[in-house]
């Protein structure tokens, strides 16, 4: 089921009302229920695979916890009589207990996410290995669907598994509360990655009907479908042409294309992400923040600090820090700097570590070298920009602009063209091609090639580029806006006439405005592909 | 402690490690430095500092962080 569509729509207005009806001890089952029933429209074979990671999760989770309760009860009984070492090794024995089934659920959940969504990646390879040794056979794909968000429900329990073995939090001993945990619908299309520790506060609680988060939560959904179904589906015409016509669209239009992608990809995925923060908030839900204006970082390491915060978290606290601090990493950080001194030597081990992480973040993206490409640019960009931290210190004594606007401006449109170049790669979904096509930026470059004539050919007509340039425009003011403070927060002290004229505004223009007409044939959102 | 502030001292030279206790929350630190300080604390302390011990309260403060090492130490 689309977000966008009348059926989805229908479906939370239905929720919305019911669950606000019902005694509110039930409000969490009605979720439970409304979420595998979202997940059956997706498909209901996919089911299956949500429920296997549900069940084994719990499971496993449980196990780990109970081992941990009988630790500390027998090192409560014989707190006398055990040494310092011997409390120490029967520590160690039991932490590589909870371990051996920790590695258990890993293996199992990312195991069904790694047939469903590497296999035939796996095969393409292979094949490809076999066709260059001059070998005949080829291995056959398999026909596997990839479940809806399987790529989100499994990194968000495998954080909570991880989370209990750490100690952070008891295992859920309501194996339907954990079911609601992984399959929460607003959620399992696009995440954001919620951790349980997090989103277990609001999830399960009695919710009394509150006008005041009711009106806000429906805000940020028309916010959301406006920039879903006004701005991010009719710039996506032009977007596909240029990408589908590499011959024709060189030189500046790969450059408009890049241009237009960024305005899309925010569009779509930061309104997705509103649309499910806004339905949660109208259910009395609190669901993490996943952006904080990431076009306005000024550099890259900021920009992933602020753009699908979740998804960069969640690799920094299960990936990065557990491979960084891990034994050997450790090890090779003493022989580092043994062998090229304090400096270097230090910073070695973290950009292998950095290297790894991004690999692994281009991969979760999507099973093609595209995606690795892009995982591993990003890293590179993020190594390099501090190895030449000594060059900016440099110039910053020479000059000193560090604080003026302009230098800011520049740091912030050097960011944004950067990340929307190396983003290319996921529009082409071919490595050499999408080099070739940035290549011809520098190569041919013609402005007179851009007429308005031209710019029509993209499939935009002048209405269509007078919409998009004021949805970029309100896009602009709203993240201006946001710098102190809620919008919403803002738009509620205001007299009621502007502030109804603004709810006019957006419910008329999702309802002329959207691209294709709401449910029509609404695109999926991008991020869902992942 | 004296070793741990020397640490601190030689990643960001600028910052007044004995009084700011918003080291994570005010992005003084980032996960880049917070991974240095764990190696140069393996070497210096012998002390291997787990990534579950990665939060913001023992890294908030030079204080916290030494508290840290020493619990880790005395388990």
Redesign the interface.
């Known amino acids: 089921m689309l977000f966008a569509s009348y059926g989805f729509i229908l479906f939370i207005t239905v929720l919305f009302v019911v669950y606000y009806l019902i005694p509110r001890r039930h409000q969490w089952k009605l979720l439970l229920g409304a979420s595998y029933l979202f997940y059956y429209f997706s498909g209901p074979e996919n089911l299956l695979y949500i429920f296997f990671t549900s069940l084994s999760t719990y499971m496993v989770a449980v196990k780990i916890d109970a081992i941990q309760k009988n630790q500390a009860l027998f090192l409560a009984a014989n707190s006398g009589r055990l040494s310092r070492e011997e409390r120490?090794a029967y520590r160690a024995l039991v932490k590589s207990q909870q371990r051996k089934w920790l590695l258990l659920c890993l293996i199992l959940n990312f195991g069904v996410l790694a047939v469903t969504k590497y296999t035939n990646f796996t095969i393409a390879n292979i094949n490809s290995v076999l066709r260059t040794v001059g070998s005949g056979t080829q291995l056959s794909f398999w026909s596997l669907a990839l479940p809806m968000g399987i790529s989100f429900y499994t990194f968000q329990t495998m954080s909570y598994i991880i989370d209990v073995y750490?100690?952070?939090h008891p295992a859920e001993s309501n194996f339907f509360k954990l079911a609601l945990f992984t399959s929460f619908f607003p959620q399992l299309v696009q995440g954001p990655i919620s951790r349980f520790d997090d989103l277990s506060k609001t999830l399960y609680n009695e919710h009394s009907f509150d006008i005041q988060n009711v009106n806000r939560g429906l805000q940020r959904i028309m916010w959301g479908f406006f920039k879903k179904v006004v701005l991010a589906d009719r710039i996506l015409v032009a977007v596909n042409t240029i990408i589908r016509n590499p011959d024709i669209y060189q030189g500046v239009f790969v450059f408009i294309g890049m241009l237009f992608y960024a305005y899309e990809l925010y569009a779509d995925f930061t309104g997705g992400i509103d649309i499910t923060i806004g339905i949660a908030q109208v259910l009395g839900i609190k669901v993490k923040e996943n952006f904080k204006r990431p076009y306005f970082s000024k550099s890259t390491?900021e920009y992933w600090r602020r753009w699908h915060i979740t998804m960069g978290t969640w690799f920094?606290?299960y990936l990065?820090?557990?491979l960084?601090?891990s034994?050997p990493m450790?090890k090779f950080?003493?022989f580092s700097?043994r062998r090229f001194g304090d400096g270097l030597g230090?910073?070695i081990?973290?950009y292998v570590?950095?290297i790894l992480v991004w690999f692994t973040t281009g991969l979760w993206h999507g099973a093609s070298w595209n995606f690795i490409v892009w995982g591993l640019l990003n890293g590179t960009v993020i190594i390099v920009s501090?190895e030449c931290q000594p060059l900016y210190d440099w110039f910053h004594s020479r000059f000193h602009v560090k604080h003026t606007f302009g230098f800011r401006l520049f740091q912030v449109v050097r960011t944004v063209l950067l990340m929307s170049a190396i983003r290319m790669l996921d529009c082409y979904r071919d490595v050499p091609l999408t080099f070739r096509m940035l290549g011809t930026m520098f190569t041919r470059f013609n402005v007179s090639t851009l007429t308005g004539k031209a710019l029509m050919g993209l499939g935009l007509g002048m209405a269509d580029y007078m919409v998009l340039l004021v949805g970029l425009v309100a896009l602009i003011a709203v993240s201006l806006l946001q710098r102190d403070g809620s919008v919403r927060n803002k738009l509620a002290v205001k007299p009621a006439a502007v502030r109804f004229a603004v709810y006019y505004v957006l419910i008329i223009s999702i309802l002329v405005l959207g691209a294709y007409g709401m449910g029509y044939d609404s695109s999926q959102f991008i991020y869902n592909q992942f | 402690m004296e070793t741990l502030l020397e640490i601190l001292k030689e990643l960001h030279p600028e910052v007044d490690f004995e009084n700011c206790d918003t080291l994570i929350d005010d992005n003084v630190l980032?996960?880049?430095d917070?991974?240095?300080i764990?190696?140069?604390i393996?070497?210096e302390y012998d002390v291997?500092?787990?990534?579950?011990e990665?939060v913001p309260e023992n890294f908030n403060s030079a204080k916290a962080l030494y508290a840290l090492i020493k619990r880790l130490s005395d388990?």
């Open positions: 120490k750490r100690g952070k390491a920094k606290d990065f820090y557990p960084s601090v034994g450790l950080s003493k700097r230090k910073r081990p973290v570590s950095t501090l | 980032d996960s880049f917070i991974i240095t764990i190696a140069e393996s070497s291997n500092i787990p990534a579950e990665i388990e």
